[in-house]
């Protein structure tokens, strides 16, 4: 692992707090935010002790190899994609399932890879994308005629979805059975990337419907079918070039990210390795902090400032230049190469007047940062029948505003944070498909957040990789 220590740490000094010392418990002294409480004290106890117990999911090499990934993306020499559910469920856990979502994420790197020709970093919300934090601690329906209040779900390493008190009271135990679910989902995964994934490949199993679709302006269409043809004639070269020479396409690289949310699930499996210095999060790879979560003086930074994986943040558009500045040196004090992703989530409306801030202080610093986008979280909306959704067009405008803001300020975009399913969902609105607010109750499955569905994903990596081309 290379560090970088030639960087004169910023004049926003970190509260004192953050160079005391650390240790796997140190952030249970400070207030956690969106903490989940169990009535049950020694069950959660026994449940921390045998997910302590619990052999890792991923390994310290793995999570050091994908930090030096980040490192060259840092300098502009890969891309990182990163998506799936907002909350992955204890029952998407089917063969079908996975499958279609790496399905849809590889296939999106590919078309990436082809319009950067860069190696893209292949990340999925999943494997563990379990816990939730809510805007509210409770909820309230109309059940018999009666006002009936429950606390919210909180994902399926804390509650259960249905609306009655059992399924809602939080169960110390789910967090046992989110790791192991999330250990069968990675070992699925595992295998499928070491035989080689025969959907990626042959373009015949690439669902295009939707280029010819009526809403695509000509302009747009010719230049998605063009990318497309190119790649499949691509693909169909390197197929022919024999089976097992191609390491991108048969033995590609795949690593897994949850928001960090549960810390007691989380610390449960932080320890050391042999031979190796330092703390690493074993549940996954790339662990991040929400936009809920993110107090500098709260838990979840005290936490995350003592593991050596690499760090993902949101960052929202309340964010304060020093208050940036200040979470940086908290997160990666030594300005360590490959260890913070940065990702912003500024909304389509207020990107362009809180990003150019936020990379000038960067920049200015000289913090060595992976700028991310997640084009989703600030886009929600509810619509008049009060179904929650997210417009393509918003996702579409923040994307395409982050890529330019960062190419006009000298600094560039160096990944994309996406909420997608490979499944054939009607959560968002808009894109060449032309789903419409009428077709929203048509296959509304979410646990949580809206998703882009395959095509609407599609079209959005073609998007990107247009913007990649022209650069
Ligand atoms: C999420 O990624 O699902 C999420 C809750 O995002 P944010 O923290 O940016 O609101
Ligand atoms: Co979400």
Known sequence: MTTHNAVPISQAKPSESISAPW?????????????????????????????????????????????????????GKRFLLQGGDCAETLADCTADIITAKLKILLQMSLVLVHASKQPVIKVGRFAGQYAKPRSSLTETRRINNQETTLPSYFGDLV??????????????????????????????????MEGGFADLHH?????????????????????????????????????????????????????????GLNLLYESAQTRTVPRRQGYYNLTTHLPWIGERTRQLDGAHIEYFRGINNPVGVKIGPTMKKDELLTLIDALNPTNQTGKLVLITRLGAEKVDKILPMAIEAVNREGRIVLWVCDPMHSNAETTAQGIKTRRFYNIRKELEATWDIH???GSHLGGMHIELTGENVTECVGGASGLTEADLSRNYATACDPRLNYQQSLELALLLAKRMKEA
């Not at 409480?37 to 002790?49: F, G, H, R, S, W």
């Not at 259960?160 to 110390?172: K, L």
């Open 203 to 259: 373009p015949e199993y690439w669902d295009l419907g939707f280029l010819s679709n009526a809403a695509l302006p000509p302009e747009l269409r010719e230049s998605y079918q063009s990318m497309v043809s190119n790649l499949s004639d691509a693909l169909q070269f390197t197929e022919a070039l024999g089976e097992r020479d191609i390491g991108e396409l048969h033995r590609a690289e795949f690593f897994t990210s949850h928001e």
């Open 407 to 409: 190419q006009q300020l």
């Open 23 to 75: 240790d796997v418990n140190s952030w249970k002294t400070k207030l956690t935010a969106q903490q989940v409480i169990y009535e049950d004290q020694e069950k959660l106890n026994l449940a921390v002790a045998r997910l302590e117990t619990l052999p890792p999911l991923v390994t310290s090499w793995e999570i050091e190899r994908l930090k030096s990934l980040i490192a060259d993306a840092q300098q």
């Open 159 to 192: 509650n259960s979805i249905e609306f009655d008190a059992d399924s809602r009271r939080p169960d110390p135990y789910r967090m046992v059975k989110g790791y192991k679910h999330a250990g069968m989902t990675l070992n699925f995964i595992r295998s499928l």
